[in-house]
């Protein structure tokens, strides 16, 4: 008889501020930046809106025709300022061990420049099945469809589009710069407090699929 039984899901996470808290890390390295370069950041504000590219908040604080030149600074840096101040969000490797345990991949997919994404999940000792780098928004859809992502967790409603154009169930998290009303507004399927409340959720998805 053939085997009936559902393959079990691939599950794409967004990292920063759903699996990890960058913000302490990622303000070090902004206040080095500022330092290095001579121009004036303000790193309190760049990460309260953590998400989108780099790019598009370096150009706040600097001309455009530099941005690619500081980017690349930035990511030189990042490692020795960023890595060690950030810490896992609560339930986050919890999130990943409960899909794995189902017999399912989970994948991270980020704006993140990757080598940098890596770092820190092998810091905090997170271990997806494959990290993809370097997309943002409706970018993120390559990585799911390749990866056949039927899930994608995100904090920010970049993520929830990402997932929307992937054709993937939308589980937004409010532990980043967008609210659950916001979240909801942008259409997520599922919006939870944080990570903490997603094995639950994963497994009732799992039941009815």
Known sequence: MANTTPPA??????????LIDSR??????????ADRTGTHIDADLAVSRLGPPLAEELVNWFPAERVDEVADLYRAMYPEYAITPTLALEG??????????????????TAKYEPNAKLHLAHLGIEPDAVIGGLWAEQKALALREHGASVYVGDHTGDVRGARTAGAVSVAVATGPCDAAELREAGADAVLTDLTEFPRWFSDYCSDN
């Open 9 to 18: 899901p691939t599950v794409g996470f967004d990292l920063d501020m759903t």
């Open 24 to 33: 302490p890390g990622i303000r070090a390295c902004y206040l080095a930046l």
């Open 92 to 109: 986050a490797p919890e999130a990943i061990a409960a899909v794995q345990a189902q017999g399912g991949r989970a994948i991270v997919v």
